[in-house]
Nanobody, 122 residues
Framework: QVQLVEFGGGLVQAGGSLRLSCAASGRTTSYYTLGWFRQAPGTEREFVAAINWNGGSTDYADSVKGRFTISRGNAKNTVYLQMNSLKPEDTAVYYC???????????????WGQGTQVTVSS
């Protein structure tokens, strides 16, 4: 089993920044792809960004390219999402997810965290 816990959500004004963190534990999480998804009220969960086990490959949704950056900690079992130039439409619950293989936005993502709320005010 893999456990994922997200940190760092909150309220920020449009144009501001937030950094989300996700700690993965259990099994060999250092070798897992880690990704971020988000879900706004009344919408389906959507892919945001993903990073492979060694940080050599990343994938981003078009809506966040150039504004968000995904990275992994030195121990490889932590993933970060640096969010800059935030917009009200970025408001959502953000979820961390893990996948045993690399397929970017098309991965299976068998494991999920509980989510953290990000609210961007206009």
């Amino acid at each position: 089993q893999v456990q994922l816990v997200e940190f760092g959500g909150g309220l920020v004004q449009a144009g501001g920044s937030l950094r989300l963190s996700c700690a993965a534990s259990g099994r060999t999480t250092s070798y897992y792809t880690l990704g971020w998804f988000r879900q706004a009220p009344g919408t389906e969960r959507e892919f945001v960004a993903a990073i492979n086990w060694n940080g050599g490959s990343t994938d981003y949704a078009d809506s966040v390219k150039g504004r968000f950056t995904i990275s992994r900690g030195n121990a490889k079992n932590t993933v970060y999402l640096q969010m800059n130039s935030l917009k009200p439409e970025d408001t959502a619950v953000y979820y961390c997810a893990a996948d045993g293989a690399w397929a970017g936005s098309r991965g299976r993502y068998d494991y999920w965290g509980q989510g953290t709320q990000v609210t961007v005010s206009s």
